[in-house]
């Protein structure tokens, strides 16, 4: 049962990364300007497309927060601890291979 719950925290954290807003991202912002440059997209296109990008991480976030409270009921306080300490490790360990590949951006001049 542990590992379902870690299983599941870890997919809904990096959906949440991916797409929804926070944690520097823009409500797929990204997303939109290379779908921009590659298809070609009008203006009102891409306006469009952060819009359904912005409203999917929103409905992201709610499905996150939900199935975390769902997680959180099942769990003792000290394994709740313990998870929170989980996901703080995971988060610096992704900003460590974000500032990773900034570095190699930058050193390959991109």
């Given at each position: 049962?542990?590992?379902?719950?870690?299983?599941?925290?870890?997919?809904?954290?990096?959906?949440?990364?991916?797409?929804?807003?926070?944690?520097?991202?823009?409500?797929?912002?990204?997303?939109?300007?290379?779908?921009?440059?590659?298809?070609?997209?009008?203006?009102?296109?891409?306006?469009?497309?952060?819009?359904?990008?912005?409203?999917?991480?929103?409905?992201?976030?709610?499905?996150?927060d939900e199935t975390q409270g769902k997680?959180n009921a099942i769990l003792t306080p000290?394994?709740?601890?313990?998870?929170?300490e989980m996901k703080e490790q995971r988060?610096?360990?992704?900003?460590?291979?974000?500032?990773?590949?900034?570095?190699?951006?930058?050193?390959?001049?991109?």
């Amino acid at each position: 049962m542990k590992k379902v719950a870690v299983i599941l925290l870890a997919v809904f954290s990096t959906a949440a990364f991916a797409y929804g807003p926070g944690h520097g991202h823009k409500g797929g912002e990204r997303m939109v300007e290379h779908m921009s440059e590659k298809l070609d997209l009008s203006e009102e296109q891409s306006e469009q497309m952060k819009a359904i990008f912005e409203e999917q991480g929103k409905k992201m976030k709610a499905l996150h927060d939900e199935t975390q409270g769902k997680i959180n009921a099942i769990l003792t306080p000290e394994q709740q601890e313990k998870m929170a300490e989980m996901k703080e490790q995971r988060k610096e360990r992704w900003e460590e291979r974000k500032e990773k590949r900034k570095e190699k951006m930058e050193k390959r001049g991109e």
